[in-house]
Each structure stands twice: as C-alpha cells, then as structure tokens.
C-alpha cells in the first residue's frame, strides 16, 4: 500500500502571490502504511480556500442541462513544476468545497487527462480544446469519480494509468465532466481571483474552458484569473532495487539477486506460486542474494522484492514479478490428459519428442479427445520418418512394479504404436522395444480403447518411457489419459483367439496372464455386447487350462468373449478389454441317407441323397471343386472307372443388409473407391443395392461398382445405367456378385458419368451405426473413410446354410453282371432312422460287412455276417454312417442318426 499524506495547514490569509509549489505532507491516516508519497500543491496566487478576501468565490459556471458535457483545461509553466520534475505521477488531488468555497462539488462523471505541451497560446486567442487534448494520456475514467482519502478538503483520484513528466515542457491538464442528469445537476466549481499582480498575467496559467459545444473561447482575461485547485501525488525515495536476476534454477533450488537502489540494507521479498500477485505476507533479508532449496520440481514460481528503508522514508514500491520455473524431477507415477496446454508442435512439460523428417507430425490437438479438450497426436510417413515421445523421468522405472496405461485411437485401422524406452531423449536409434499395440479402435469409446503396457525389471534404471510410431501404419495416432501407475496384482489375460466355430459350439484361445490365476479363468459369453462387471455371473468359471470349448450356443448367432483372472478367491483380475467376436454357423439341414450306384464300364450312374426339403448340392470334390447339379439325384457322365462324389444339403436364404434409405439430404461427388468394407462369413452373393445419384438438370448417367478384397485388388465390376434426380432418384441396380468366405472386402463406387454431380451419402454420424449384420452371413463393418455412410443403401444378399459335403461313389465294376442280373438287385433300406437303440435291415443276407465310423471318418465297429437286428445301444447319441459291403460287391452308405 500507498503512505498518503495531508497539506499542512495553511494561514488565514495570504496577500501575496506565490509563484513556486507548496508541499504539504503528513499522514492521511494511520492504516495505509507502504509507499511513501507527497502531495505537490500548485498554487499560483493568495485566494487559498477559506482565507478571508474580499474576492468573490463561487462557481466557475453551473449547469442544469441533463447529460451536458462541460470541459476545462489548465495549463501551468515549467516554472512553477519544477519541484516535481522527472516524476511518475501515480494521483491527482482536488480541493472540494462547499457553496461558493471553490472545488468540485457533488460526484461527477470525470474524465482526466495529462500532457505536456509547449508553443501554446499563453493569453490571448481561442484553442480548441479537442485539439489540445490530441496525445494526452487518460489517466483517470470515473463514474462516478471514486474519491478517496479525503481530509483537509482534498480528495483523492488514482491514476488509471500512470504518467511519466519529464519537467522540461508545461502541464496540462484536461477535465471533462458530464451531468448525470438535470435532476442532480451538480455544480462544477473552481475558485477563481483577483489578478495576482495588477494589470499582468505574467508567471500564471492560462484558463480555457466551456460547456457543450466543445470548442474554447477567447481565453479568460487575466484580470479574473481561474485555475483549479490540485495537487499532484508520486513517490519518493526510498529506492526501490534494481538489476532483479535469477539463475542457476534446479528441481528444487534458484539463486536470486538484486542491486540496492541506494543505501538500504534490508529487503522485504516472496517467493511464491506464479499468479499470486503483489505480496500480502512475506520475509526480510538483510542480504540482496538468496538460494532457496525446498521448491517444488517443475513449478512456477514468481519473486517481488522492495526496498525496507524504515524510518520516515517508508518502504519502495515492489519490484516483480520475476517468473522462473523449477526443472523436473524423477516421479514415482504420472497422470496426463495434455489439457493444460495449447495445442501444436510441443509436449508437455518433462516430455520430449523426436520427429522424423517428411511428412511427420507430433502435436498437441483438440481433435476428440477422449476426456477434456486436448490429446496427443502422431503420424509417420515411413519407417525412416519414425516420431517418438518420450515420457517423463520415472524413478521406479525398472521395479517392475507399474505399467503404462493410456487410451489410443487410430483415424483409419489398423494402427501400430511401439511402447518401448529410449536411453537418449534426442536419438530416435536409443529406441528399444518392449511391445508392439495394434490399436485396431478408431474412437475413444471402443471397449478396447485403452491399453496397457507393463514394464520389465530389466529396462535401464536411466531410461526413459517413449511411444513410438514406427510407420508400420500411415494412419494419424491420437492417445490421451496417459498413466504411470503401480499395475493390479491380479491382470486379465492377452490375445483372446476363436476357433473351431461351429453352429453351436466355439473353441476359445489365450495367453496366461503375467499373473498368477491361482484359481484359473473365468469366461463370459454373451450375445450383447455389453462389458460384464465385478458382479457379473460368468458363464464358466474356475477354467484351469488357457484353452476352452463353449457349447450350447445358438446357430447363426453373434457373440462376444470376455476373460478374466481369478488370483485367489478374492483378488480376480477386471475383464479383458480386447473385442473378441465371432459368429456361430447357421444349422445346416442334415443328410440322412446317400445312395451310391454300380454300373458297367463306360456307362453313367445314378447318384441319391436325401435331407428332407433341403436342396442337395453335388459336387466333384470334398471342398471347392465344380459344382455339378442339384436335386436329390445325380447322373454322373460315362464312367471308365470308379469315382467318388459329393453332395452336400443346403437351406437358401435372402436378405437385407446396410442402411435402409438415406437419411440425410446431402450428397459427394467422390468416386474414388468410396463405400463400404464387409466381412462374409460365408459364401454369399450381393444380388443388388440401392444408390441415389443427383444432378442439377441432368436425368440419366451410368455408375460403375466395384467388389475389392482386403489387399485392394478388384474382384468384380458392373457399370449400369441410371435415372439422375434433383434430390436423388432411387436406383436399384444388379450386381449378382458372388463372394466367397473371407474379410476386409470393399464395395466401391470407382467411377460416374458426367451427368451425375453426386450421389446421397451420411456425414451425420447420428445417421447411422456401423456394424450392420445379416446373422452368419454377412457384417458392414465400416466405411472406406471413417466418420461417413457411402452411396450404397438396402444390400440384397443371397446365400445357403450348407451342410458338409458327404461322399457318394460310383463304382464301375469291370467283371460287369448281365443287365438281368443286375436288375435283380435291390438296395438295402434301415429303420427306425434315427433310432435310440436298435436298427432294422432289409435284405441283410445280401450284406457281407457292415463298418460303422462318425462323420470325420473314424472307425467305430466292424459287423461281419451280420443279422437282420442291430443293436447299438453303446453308440453315444450323434450321427454315422453306415457302410454296407454287399456280398454282390457293390457298396452303398447310409447316414443314421442316435438319438
């Protein structure tokens, strides 16, 4: 705070001019003790406020008009400011009367202006107050003028802005005053005398004023001399310090120092918080250096230091703030969500980053971060362009206590990131791996979005945590919520695997967790895909092997995997955060009995299966191979020698798959490969899809589709004709396009006439929600460009649920029977079929052995000679095939079932 001081009182009356400044000091009040002041009073002639002269004293002028502007200036000589000379001016004071006793009355509105000015007119002439005031600097804006420290008649204005006078030139002084309203019209009032000498106005100031109209009159005659009555408020020695230096600045310690302003020998001084602003508490020293040790690692800190003169002359004004800031130091654990900084080419503080050369970039974005307002981004051109960012110092580094664990997002997956160390912050070569993440997510939200990394023993207790893009994908990597942190003591499995899918049954796969599960695995088996918690009942528990088949699902159903750990009874692991899906197989239509056939050399054969209303496939080979015919019976070609066929039952099926309809209204000229990528989980054919192509004037064009594979080579492709509309004309075009089994595929619109401007897409991601799902036939996953729904509308998808192809041979017998003989022959029939015990053959004299096996081939049992009843009450319950070696020898296969 400011040391204030008071006028001395001043004599009755004075009667004669006074031609040099009167300083008045003493304290304005006992509470606002800090910065010693002095109030320079500019009084030119006798005439003071409450001496008894016979002048009159009234105000300057008065106005009753509502929000008028009335304006004064004063000019006073070098001559007369000489004891202020070379000053900063912090406050003006006016003198306040009441009635006729001079001063300003009331609360004005004021505005105040200071200046210095030379070459103006001293006396005669008209100057135009706006032109005067050009330059000035405002020191003061007030509504109303918040006076303060009044005592003796004198009230007190700080300066809003400072101002430096130099004591070379005269003082000017602005005053602009605005009547609130005519209701509480106040008097503006200045005293006003007699001329100082008689007849002159040499030495005194010259007086211009007026109300509204904004421009000066002549100036008032020097025989009625008016002035305001002010004084001016600066500081005054005590010195302050100079020459502030801080240096040497560690993780916990500075040095500080200073030069005395002059003969001082104790200063009041703070370190503190950056921010905290002038100092309310602080300490002394009698020494103008400082070494503090105790600071706080990686923090700012602000100094101010002032002079304690002590005695009369009071304390100087503060000097500061001085900024500097702790290094870091080695931390034990981290959180960091990059929030507190601006976004650009930087780290954090305590990071560092090393980034490769071309087409390379590490910043900070407000790209979507998954919590706050900012994330850590990362691109990589190639492997020779790799950037990576360092963490901090951690001083548990190799405890093999903690792990790293962050969220991650890629703009177009598959991403890579490389969680490793490096032992030099500027070498990108120091680099050393500990694992590779593929960060297969490319939102935030995504059950698998966040990722952990634990640290081995073995890392150098030197090194310093980095993540590396490495180029192994070009995709822009985003993380954020970076921890270090001590990891669980119990952790959840890795590399969840599906296999041996079947239509209701699943074999599962994964690695141990690093952890002991002392009481094995738990699984969580669900056709929502919703995350289990710590209470959810998992659907098989205890599972001490690191592989387990699931059963008892539901064909042509998708489900979702969730594994944890059971460290003991009490400490279980959280669940797995990989997506882990799969789809069971439809339930394919059962074969229940084929017929193969004997013929002659060079003659056809009759082929039979039977599934019920199941059409039946055949074909030349167990897999793959030509498809041959359909229907219950197959004629083979002439036959030179004995062949083997298969036939499989199939149940067709048709659908709809992707967004119905577009929503938006919107449309993109792109044709560059844009649509949608798709998994098919089985053979399939797109029969059709919907497109909505747009153009201003136009009606017809053509489209050209593409089907692509998961390495971008073109499957199939169709051009077709369409209709062209204003808002879009729906198009249903053909495409029969067969796809086999496999992922990754693209369909892609590549290219358009020039009839056509656009086509109907979604940018609104509300819009529509990927996957899009044709139970075990088909899923959209996404679309070629993340964030959008393209073109294609309403897939039309045919496809079958097909059994396993079972083999039908055709035997050719060279040692041929006479046609009569081979007419005789009649086939073999069993029954009950399925049965639960026991099966019946007709005819079973004419059967030489029967071999039972499964459906994988496996021998089950051997009948020789056997007799018209079979019992096979020991077969578990499934399905086999029955293999009759007819005594004639013939062969022919019978699938039956056990209940």
């Not at 240096?247 to 040095?255: E, G, L, M, R």
């Not at 659908?655 to 000229?669: E, W």
């Not at 086509?759 to 819009?767: A, D, K, M």
């Amino acid at each position: 705070m400011k040391h204030f001081y008071n006028l001395i009182s001043l004599p009755k009356k004075i009667t004669s001019c006074v031609k040099n400044l009167a300083l008045g000091v003493a304290l304005l009040s006992a509470g606002n003790i800090s910065v010693k002041s002095q109030i320079w009073t500019i009084n030119v002639c006798s005439g003071m406020p409450g001496s008894t002269q016979s002048n009159t004293y009234g105000p300057m002028y008065t106005t009753a008009t509502a929000n008028a502007t009335n304006r004064l200036t004063s000019i006073y000589p070098s001559s007369q400011l000489t004891g202020i000379a070379s000053q900063t001016l912090t406050s003006i004071y006016f003198h306040t009367g009441a009635g006729n006793a001079g001063g300003i009355l009331g609360t004005p509105n004021l505005k105040v202006y200071l200046k210095e000015v030379s070459n103006l007119d001293w006396g005669s002439g008209a100057l135009d107050w706006a032109t005067a005031s050009t330059g000035a600097t405002l020191v003061f804006d007030g509504n109303p003028a918040p006076f303060v420290g009044t005592t003796g008649g004198w009230k007190q204005i700080p300066l809003s802005t400072t101002f430096a006078y130099s004591g070379t030139q005269n003082l000017a002084l602005f005053v602009e005053y605005k009547n609130p309203t005519a209701s509480n019209a106040v008097s503006w009032s200045y005293e006003y005398t007699s001329p100082c000498v008689s007849g002159s106005s040499s030495g005194l100031e010259t007086k211009y004023s007026n109300n509204t109209t904004g421009t000066l009159p002549t100036s008032l005659a020097s025989t009625n001399s008016r002035r305001p009555y002010i004084g001016f408020d600066y500081p005054v020695p005590c010195p302050a310090p100079t020459n502030i230096v801080t240096s040497a600045v560690t993780q916990n310690s500075v040095n500080i120092s200073w030069v005395a302003g002059g003969s001082e020998t104790s200063w009041d001084y703070s370190i503190q918080a950056a921010g905290a602003g002038v100092p309310t508490t602080f300490a002394n020293s009698t020494t103008n250096t400082l070494n503090p040790t105790t600071l706080i690692p990686n923090t700012n800190y602000e100094f101010y230091v002032r002079a304690a003169c002590g005695g009369t002359n009071g304390n100087s004004l503060w000097k500061g703030p001085y900024t500097f800031k702790t290094l870091c130091g080695p931390a034990t654990s981290m959180f960091e969500n990059f929030d507190s900084y601006a976004t650009g080419n930087i780290v954090p503080d305590c990071w560092a980053r090393i980034v490769g050369g071309s087409n390379t970039a590490q910043t900070i974005s407000s790209a979507t971060p998954a919590s706050g307002t900012r994330n850590l981004y990362q691109v990589t051109s190639s492997a020779a362009n790799a950037t990576v960012v360092v963490l901090p110092e951690f001083s548990n580094i190799n405890a093999g206590t903690h792990w790293l664990r962050f969220k991650a997002r890629t703009t177009v997956a598959p991403g890579s990131l490389d969680v490793g160390y490096v032992t030099n912050i500027a070498d990108a070569s120091t680099f050393v791996n500990i694992q590779t993440l593929n960060i297969l997510n490319t939102s935030y939200t995504a059950q698998d979005a966040e990722y952990s990394v634990i640290v081995p023993s073995s890392v150098p207790a030197n090194a310093r945590l980095a993540i590396r893009n490495s180029g192994t994908s070009t995709a822009g990597h985003y993380y954020d919520d970076v921890y270090w942190e001590a990891k669980p003591s119990c952790i959840a499995p890795a590399n969840i695997v599906t296999s041996n899918i079947t239509s209701n049954s699943v074999n599962l796969q994964w690695n141990a967790s690093v952890s002991t599960p002392a009481n094995g695995y738990d699984i969580y088996v669900s056709t929502n895909n919703v995350a289990p918690t710590s209470s959810t009942t998992p659907t098989l528990t205890g599972v001490s092997s690191t592989s387990q088949l699931v059963g008892s699902l539901s064909p042509a159903s998708s489900y979702y995997v969730w594994i944890r750990s059971r460290c003991s009874a009490t400490d279980f692991s959280s669940w797995s955060t990989q997506i882990v899906t799969f789809y069971t197989n439809c339930q394919a239509p059962v074969i229940t009995s084929t017929t193969g056939a004997t013929v002659c050399p060079n003659q056809p054969a009759t082929l039979s299966a039977t599934a019920g209303s199941a059409v039946m496939n055949w074909y030349s080979a167990s897999s793959g191979g030509t498809s041959l015919a359909t229907g219950n019976t197959f004629n083979t070609p002439s036959l030179s020698t004995s062949t083997d066929y298969w036939v499989s039952a199939a149940t067709p099926t048709t659908g709809y798959i992707g967004l119905p309809a577009p929503i938006s209204t919107s449309g993109n000229s792109g044709v560059a490969s844009l649509g949608l990528i798709f998994d098919a989980l089985r053979p399939m054919t797109i029969e059709t899809v919907d497109v909505y192509p747009m153009h201003a004037t136009n009606t017809s064009g053509t489209i050209t589709i593409e089907l692509k594979d998961a390495s971008n080579a073109t499957l199939q492709t169709i051009t077709a004709n369409v209709t062209v509309s204003v808002a879009g004309a729906l198009n249903t075009v053909p495409l029969n396009f067969a796809v086999p089994a496999g992922t990754g595929y693209k369909l892609v619109v590549t290219g358009k006439s020039a009839t056509i401007s656009n086509f109907l897409r979604e940018s609104e991601t509300s819009n529509f929600n990927y996957p899009y799902t044709f139970p075990s036939v088909c899923v959209i996953t996404g679309s070629t460009t993340t964030g959008y729904y393209y073109y294609l509308y309403n897939w039309k998808i045919a496809s079958a649920c097909e059994s396993a192809r079972t083999m039908v041979t055709a035997t050719v017998d060279t040692n041929c029977l006479s046609t009569s003989e081979i007419d005789k022959k009649d086939s073999v029939k069993v029954y009950p079929n399925p049965f639960s015990e026991f099966i019946t053959i007709n005819k079973y004299d004419l059967v030489k052995t029967i071999i039972i096996s499964d459906l994988s081939g496996k021998l089950i049992k051997t009948i020789n000679k056997p007799e018209s009843v079979l019992r096979l009450q020991d077969l578990s319950a499934g399905m086999y095939i029955l293999q009759l070696d007819m005594k004639d020898g013939t062969k022919q296969t019978i699938k039956i079932i056990k209940k």
